[in-house]
């Protein structure tokens, strides 16, 4: 009986860190996603050559900027992004904080307050 408790508490575990490692590739496409829509709105061109959704956090209720806000994920960006018929290319290499609603569907880049 004990070897089958303990199974279960494995498989358990194991599952969660699968559905997390889902979430965070699915917040990665849909990061993916709006920078190609954000691209066509500014007219600018932007190649990913790596991008990583690195974790997320549920936003407590007290610090969120509108109701909709509900998660903050961290994500890791890496490629090069110009203007439409510009010769100067900037490079990206950041860390990114994206703001996600309950559905996890991003809402906004969270700007950085200074």
């Keep these: 009986m004990r070897k089958f408790i303990v199974l279960i508490f494995v498989v358990c575990v194991c599952m969660s860190c699968n559905l997390s490692d889902y979430q965070l590739e699915r917040m990665g496409d849909s990061v993916r996603s709006h920078i190609k829509y954000r691209d066509q709105e500014k007219g600018t061109i932007t ?7 690195l974790s997320y956090d549920e936003i407590p209720e007290d610090k969120r900027e509108t109701p909709e806000d509900a998660y903050l994920c961290k994500v890791y960006v890496r490629g090069t992004s110009s203007y ?28 950085p307050k200074h």
């Design 84 to 111: 439409s018929g510009s010769y100067r290319v900037f490079n990206i290499d950041d860390t990114l904080n994206y703001i996600f609603n309950k559905k996890k569907a991003v809402l906004r880049i969270d700007e």
């Design 47 to 53: 190649k990913i050559e790596y991008l990583k959704a």
